[in-house]
């Protein structure tokens, strides 16, 4: 047996370079054990800061619960319009992220496109810029369309519907949006499913999509959503709605596919 005494102290006790090591690891899992439940982060942060400092022609659509402008692009014009929304849930940034993105490199193709094509990156900026699922008033947006179901059974608190349908001033941009330009489709962008899901008649566009991304396209997500603003816009309204829902790879893997989806939504049939 040998005790500790008996060896090199070197052997025991770290080196300096270590020391700096095994500091850095402890305040790292100190700095994890302490995060708060919903996490917030820089990325979503600066999504929203990229998005006020773009020199795109933004028009301020409204306010979010804490007077944040929710911004859109409307670029073309025709006889057809397609809307494409990002961060309904401000946690999904890589969404926000990729309709930002579309909005950059459709801006200088604007004068061949043959339909209206209106962008909203941050539906809900007050969400993503703290990196939270949820608006300012911890409501799922996504629930708080007035539809038929609204404030059905929910599977838990990131999934509140507000006090009364369309309690949130963000849903009720959504939906003026919707009243002045009556779109034949609509994206609305999330993670991480990996799935090009249709509302509505949708099957057509989500089929072709699916092409473009690799994703299925299914009508049916697996479970209820009272109040989502598919139920809203494809199942009442009919207007094709395709929730895509980016899958856990890297942004920079799922760019690219999905910019060409978002293309197809616009240029379809
Ligand atoms: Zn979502």
Known sequence: ???????????????????????????????????????????????YARLKASKLPWEKLGKSVEGREIYGLTLGDGDSTVIIFGGFHGSEREGADLVLHFAEMLYPQRHSLKSRVVIVPAVNPDGLVRGERLNANRVDVNRNFPTENWGGKVRSRNNFPGTSPASEPETRMVIELLKRFPPQRIVSVHTALA???????????????????????????????????????????GIPTITLELGRRSFQEMRDPNLDALMLAVTFP
């Open 1 to 47: 047996m040998i005790f500790p005494q008996d060896q090199d102290p070197r052997k025991i006790f770290p080196r300096p370079g270590q020391w700096i090591f095994l500091t850095a690891l402890v305040m790292f899992f100190a700095a994890c054990a302490g995060r708060p439940a919903i996490k917030t982060d820089a990325y979503g942060t600066d999504i």
């Open 195 to 237: 799935v090009n899901n249709y509302d509505g008649p949708g099957a057509g566009l989500a089929g072709r999509m699916a092409e473009k991304n690799g994703y299925p396209a299914e009508g049916d997500i697996g479970y209820p959503t009272p109040g989502s603003f598919g139920t809203y816009a494809g199942k009442e309204r």
